[in-house]
T-cell receptor, first 113, second 111 residues
Framework: DTGVSQDPRHKITKRGQNVTFRCDPI?????LYWYRQTLGQGPEFLTY????????KSRLLSDRFSAERPKGSFSTLEIQRTEQGDSAMYLC???????????FGSGTRLTVV | QKEVEQNSGPLSVPEGAIASLNCTYS??????FFWYRQYSGKSPELIMS????GDKEDGRFTAQLNKASQYVSLLIRDSQPSDSATYLC???????????FGPGTRLSVLP
């Protein structure tokens, strides 16, 4: 296993369009997290899965955002009706059952024009 | 609202010097503390974790934790130009499963 994989690496979309990102965690990690990072800021927590269950969602995750992890393996993050303020790096991380020592993926950089 | 604060920098040190990075946190129940390094355009990578008061050393890196003062620091000895990056402090309270990150301190090691 080569680590946490995210796809695509970059996405440019027009305002109002929908986008979907994918994250493949490390295979033995049952916990998966999504973060958003804007320039000059630390990552901000969006949501967390343990296996297929979405256990926690941040207030940052508006109604336009939805995340799934249908089989407890890969996860998708969808943003509907994108806005310019959604432009950011979207980071996925996974961790083993003890929850410590996140491993981040390379991220998906979203630009909304 | 849990908060993690760091000086944004940039912190500039000459090659071979000790770089000292500081972090304070607001939530007294915080139990786990982490330092991540992030190169420009890359994702964060874990450098150190610390859970108990005192010092923890790993190679050129030393993490220091003082829960009474709600303060955690990272010392980098014999700084190298390759250490130039943003250093993120992250805090976990054992109750939540997510981390709260600080804004990061940008370190520049001058050759």
């Amino acid at each position: 296993d080569t680590g946490v994989s995210q796809d695509p690496r970059h996405k440019i979309t027009k305002r109002g369009q929908n986008v979907t990102f994918r994250c493949d965690p490390i295979s033995e990690h049952n916990r998966l997290y999504w973060y958003r990072q804007t320039l000059g800021q630390g990552p901000e927590f969006l949501t967390y899965f343990q296996n297929e269950a979405q256990l926690e969602k941040s207030r940052l995750l508006s109604d336009r955002f939805s995340a799934e992890r249908p089989k407890g393996s890969f996860s998708t993050l969808e943003i509907q009706r994108t806005e310019q303020g959604d432009s950011a790096m979207y980071l996925c991380a996974s961790s083993p059952p003890d929850g410590y020592g996140y491993t981040f993926g390379s991220g998906t950089r979203l630009t909304v024009v | 609202q849990k908060e993690v604060e760091q000086n944004s920098g940039p912190l500039s040190v000459p090659e071979g010097a000790i770089a000292s990075l500081n972090c304070t946190y607001s939530d007294r129940v915080s139990q786990s503390f982490f330092w991540y390094r992030q190169y420009s355009g890359k994702s964060p990578e874990l450098i150190m974790s610390i859970y108990s008061n005192g010092d923890k050393e790993d190679g050129r890196f030393t993490a220091q934790l003082n829960k009474a003062s709600q303060y955690v620091s990272l010392l980098i000895r014999d700084s190298q130009p390759s250490d130039s990056a943003t250093y993120l402090c992250a805090v976990n309270d054992n109750y939540g499963q997510n981390f709260v990150f600080g804004p990061g301190t940008r370190l520049s090691v001058l050759p």
